[in-house]
């Protein structure tokens, strides 16, 4: 788990490093990008006590809300034997300057909150009392269990635009929470594509 941990830490600091020397100050500032961003790909969960990272789907929305700054949704699910579950989070993401010349690399910081999301379901059942030896039915249900986003999440990440209509993005998201042992927080780190509503701009394209 630590080296996965440190793996995937390394990666996101050798990008913005890369970003950061590409910088080149006398350009001119890029086009903003697309104004919404659909993205997709795979989030791994690691907690300080768990012997290996648990695997989840993710799922995010962007809306450029300013030249520096977006909002976003995500969802990272996973199945649990008949249910569906998983985290949330909203965040407001700020675009660094340190990026490429031509825009195509961009780093970023993003905080917002997070919150436990679960779809459950049961089939029918019957079961007896044990004291009155009556049958009972219990009718097949379903529903969904939501947390408020009340665990504070901060993130740092670099997107890669590929071209008109695609980019490669990665993040370590770090979600924190108060418990009997005081405060503690987990890791969660994240890769996949974005797909713009549109497309980037041809100063992003190589």
Do not use: C
């Amino acid at each position: 788990m630590k080296h996965f941990t440190l793996g995937v830490a390394a990666i996101l600091v050798a990008a913005a490093v890369s970003g950061a020397a590409a910088q080149d100050l006398t350009a001119a500032v890029p086009k903003p990008g697309p104004r919404v961003e659909l993205g997709a790909g795979g989030a791994w969960y690691v907690g300080v006590s768990q012997d290996a990272p648990i695997a989840f789907a993710d799922t995010r929305a962007t809306v450029r809300v300013s030249r520096g700054w977006d909002l976003e949704g995500a969802i990272n699910f996973r199945s649990f034997d008949q249910d569906l579950g998983g985290i949330y989070r909203i965040q407001a993401r700020w675009r660094l300057p340190l990026r490429s010349s031509d825009g195509s690399l961009q780093t970023y910081l993003a905080f917002g909150g997070a919150g436990f999301i679960l779809r459950w379901s049961h089939p029918a059942y019957d079961y007896e009392d044990h004291y009155t030896h009556e049958m009972h039915h219990v009718p097949a249900a379903s529903g969904w269990n939501v947390d408020y986003p009340m665990y504070p999440t901060a993130a740092f990440g670099v997107q890669k635009v590929l071209g008109a209509h695609l980019a490669v993005r990665a993040d370590l998201n770090v979600h924190f929470g108060v418990g009997d042992y005081g405060v503690s927080a987990v890791l969660l780190p994240t890769i996949g594509v974005s797909i713009p509503i549109g497309r980037y701009p041809s100063s992003r394209v190589r």
